[in-house]
């Protein structure tokens, strides 16, 4: 989680191609781990950035972006809804269709920022 120290990230720079372009938090629907890297979900594609989704953490929103399960982070208006699974593991299903799983781990505070109580 961002620390009150120091502000949350508001973009991140990723390299398409030969450059190097904005994107803006906002924008982003899911944040998945890969190995060393991130792989960042956005309506227009996506981009891989060499660091890991722990120490990216640090840095988000967390009233905006929220764990959901060990290996992935969330944008919260991105949630379409949240469809029961397995042992209270949850499906979310996001507003581009596809689904990731709410991990019983983080599934109280995900509720809570959500809007619902765990």
């Known amino acids: 989680m961002a620390t009150s120290s120091r502000r ?15 994107l803006r938090l906002a924008d982003v629907w899911r944040l998945s781990a890969e190995d060393k890297y991130v792989r960042v979900y956005t309506a227009q594609g996506e981009h891989l950035i060499r660091q890991s989704l ?3 953490e640090d840095w ?3 009233a905006r972006l929220v764990r959901v399960h060990r290996g992935d982070i969330i944008q919260l208006d991105a949630v379409a809804k949240l469809e ?3 042992h209270d593991d949850g ?3 996001l ?16 509720l809570q920022r959500w809007g619902l109580e765990g």
Do not use: C, M, Q
């Open 54 to 56: 722990r120490a990216l």
């Open 84 to 86: 029961p699974w397995t």
């Open 95 to 110: 507003k581009n269709g596809t689904t990731v799983v709410l991990s019983r781990t983080w599934r109280d505070a995900f």
């Open 91 to 93: 499906i979310l299903v």
């Open 60 to 62: 988000l929103d967390p």
């Open 8 to 22: 949350p990230l508001e973009r991140l720079v990723v390299k398409a191609g030969e450059a190097w372009v904005p």
